[in-house]
């Protein structure tokens, strides 16, 4: 950074560069704009960001963010409560939600398991869910988890735990997208079409 820029500027930088999908080079521009911008973006942002800090925490139920707890999805009574979608972070509900597909209730994990970086199933919510279901009430639980090593890892750790309980545990299907076609999609995606293939 140039020797003009004071300690708060670079602060800035610095916190703005360490958020996904912006480095260094993102992050300076993005400080420009906000600094250039004070009273529409940064002001509101800073707002933003501090009501955030102060009011947003997870649901004691399923882990989800929000500034009740339990969250607005654990409260609505509308949802079925038979019906418990596991995802890996909040990020998964979101997009399940914008989806507008299902209307039952979720169970964040906070992550997957993982050997190389030590993430066992002690530092999941994996006790919690098994907790939930062992209540009652929950006819099938979905896995909604990431097609990756770790993703499966997950779910055959989280099937392997929950099948004592006899409960169904199911997996989102995985294969071709809406509108997808076979020569742009990889092999792992067309192999995993062809195995979850059903009757036309």
């Known amino acids: 950074m140039a020797a003009s820029a004071g300690p708060e500027i670079e602060r800035l930088i610095q916190l703005l560069s360490k958020l996904p999908g912006l480095g260094p080079r993102s992050g300076r521009r993005a400080a420009l704009m906000l600094l250039k911008r004070k009273d529409q973006l940064l002001r509101p942002l800073a707002d ?19 500034s009740t707890d339990p969250c607005a999805v654990c409260s609505d009574m509308t949802r079925d409560e038979g019906l418990l979608l596991v995802v890996e972070e909040v990020g998964g509900l979101w997009a399940m939600e914008r989806a507008g597909a299902f209307r039952g209730r979720y169970h964040v994990l906070g992550g997957l398991l993982s050997a190389l970086d030590g993430v066992g199933p002690d530092a999941l919510r994996i006790d919690q869910l098994a907790a939930r279901v062992a209540q009652g009430g929950v006819r099938e639980v979905i896995l909604a988890l990431p097609a990756t090593v770790d993703g499966q890892t997950t779910a055959h750790y989280v099937s392997e735990r929950l099948a004592a309980l006899g409960i169904p545990v199911t997996s989102l299907a995985r294969g071709v997208p809406v509108g997808g076609e076979l020569d742009w999609l990889d092999d792992g995606t067309i192999t995993q079409a062809l195995r979850a293939r059903r009757p036309a």
């Open 48 to 66: 933003a960001l501090a009501a955030a800090a102060d009011k947003v925490r997870a649901c004691t139920l399923c882990g989800a963010l929000d």
